[in-house]
């Protein structure tokens, strides 16, 4: 049915990246059709920034935007500076959507609906004429030569002159990105650096965690520790969840984490108030104790703490929450202390891809033009977004990622088309 059409572009995956490059081509004038597996488009996209789509990062230094995909990062030098964070930015604001900047120059849409993102995207593509077709499962490629000539799907061929492959990492499996992709790249003759999963939950062995669920903290500082060693460190937000820790400074240290394990055990270390250290937090907690003498000690804390974290403390400093805060000894009162500037967990475990944000590893960078995304290895083969080895940190960095490749994907794989054509 569908092969007496012969598309300029095949994008397969209808994430983020591979509706940039279909609007992106489409908009140059290409003919494109846009294939994905699932019922809709941009199933992952719809959960990101917990429903409100944290879109991109404020940060517009490529410099830092680059330093923050680690050692990797180089790659995206050329994809930043076509259609980076201003850019991407404009793409939103003058479709519409308004957006806002928020703690850690997160930007997020107005609205806090990530629905409104892939609206934007949606409307994008019928703008340009892209068709799209979904409940399309892509089986393979077939390559003649160093061409790819056409693609299987479940429900029959696509022929097309170039083909963008964006099915994804292998990063919450639920969403439709299953690593289909790496398959695809290898047989085409493309290495793959092993994927993990990255930017993931950690369970912890203490299992009165649970009585914590939902407690977000803002601006507390965790430090990782192997063999009393300091590992690693970050500063920001975090969340207790209902077997452990979660939150953007967790899922940032949770790879540095998992290479730990392999070593033997990791202990991450809570400051519930970085910016007092010992002496200054002892002044404070003993001023909030003359204040409230004849108070209980239950009640103690309530100007520290969230009202949550408060009878936990008090429980693990063994002291009875039923007596007077005056009768309260020094040493009672040090390991309160102890625990607001080392509240201490044992890493049990990190979940695996199905609860990961992220994927690092994919497609051999080595083996895409920059300044393309096309394939060193297939003449008419571009990629984009998580597919390839890149990751970043939370932060709106990965999304930016996907944008940035997606449209350098988009741009060349049709201006290759017209040269091809001699338009
Ligand atoms: C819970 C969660 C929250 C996140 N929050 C944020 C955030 O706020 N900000 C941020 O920057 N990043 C966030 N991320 C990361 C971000 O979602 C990814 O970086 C991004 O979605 C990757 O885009 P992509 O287009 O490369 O792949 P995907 O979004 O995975 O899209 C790939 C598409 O390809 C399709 N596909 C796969 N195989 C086939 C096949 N065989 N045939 C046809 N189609 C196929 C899939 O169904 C899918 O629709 C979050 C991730 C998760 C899991």
């Not at 923050?68 to 930015?89: C, D, M, Q, W, Y």
Request: include cysteine; proline fraction near 4%.
């Amino acid at each position: 049915m569908m092969k007496e059409t012969i598309y300029d572009i095949a994008v397969i995956g209808g994430g983020p990246a591979g509706i940039m490059a279909a609007g992106t081509a489409a908009a140059a004038g290409a003919k494109v059709i846009l294939i994905e597996k699932n019922e809709a488009l941009g199933k992952k996209l719809l959960i990101t920034g917990k429903g409100r789509c944290n879109i991109t990062t404020a940060n517009t230094d490529p410099k830092e935007i680059i330093s923050a995909f680690g050692k990797n990062g180089r790659f995206l030098f050329s994809p930043i500076h076509t259609f980076g964070v201003e850019a991407v930015i404009d793409f939103f604001n003058s479709r519409g959507l308004a957006t806002k900047v928020e703690r850690g120059q997160r930007v997020f849409p107005v609205t806090d609906k990530s629905e409104d993102v892939l609206k934007v995207l949606t409307t994008f593509l019928k703008k340009h004429k892209v068709k799209t077709i979904k409940n399309h499962k892509v089986l393979s490629l077939f390559k003649k030569r160093k061409q790819i000539k056409r693609v299987e799907t479940n429900h029959g061929e696509v022929y097309a002159n170039n083909f963008i492959i964006c099915a994804g990492g292998a990063a919450y499996p639920t969403t439709g990105s299953s690593g289909d992709g790496y398959k695809w790249a290898e047989s085409l003759g493309h290495s793959i650096v092993s994927p993990t999963p990255t930017l993931i939950p950690i369970r912890t062995k203490e299992k009165w965690v649970k009585e914590l669920q939902g407690l977000s903290l803002k601006n507390v500082s965790i430090t990782a520790y192997q063999d009393n060693k300091k590992q690693a460190e970050r500063f920001g937000e975090m969340l207790f969840t209902h077997d452990g820790l979660s939150g953007p400074i967790i899922l940032d240290i949770s790879q540095k984490i998992g290479k730990l394990l392999a070593d033997g055990e990791v202990k991450i270390s809570i400051d519930l108030k970085p910016a007092l250290d010992f002496p200054k937090l002892d002044t404070r907690i003993q001023r909030d104790f003359q204040k409230m003498s004849n108070k209980l000690v239950r009640n103690s804390l309530d100007d520290l703490l969230p009202k949550k974290l408060i009878p936990v403390i008090i429980d693990l400093s063994k002291i009875d929450p039923e007596k007077k805060i005056n009768s309260i000894t020094k040493t009672e009162r040090n390991r309160i202390l102890h625990l607001l500037k080392e509240f201490s967990f044992t890493v049990h475990s990190l979940y695996d891809f199905n609860k990961a944000i992220a994927t690092a590893g994919g497609v051999n960078l080595k083996e895409i033009d920059s300044k393309t995304m096309k394939s060193k290895i297939v003449d008419n083969l571009y990629f984009a977004g998580e597919i390839i080895d890149l990751n970043g940190p939370t932060g709106g960095y990965n999304l930016q990622m996907c944008w940035s490749t997606g449209y350098l994907a988009g741009k060349n794989a049709f201006s290759k088309t017209t040269k091809k054509k001699g338009k």
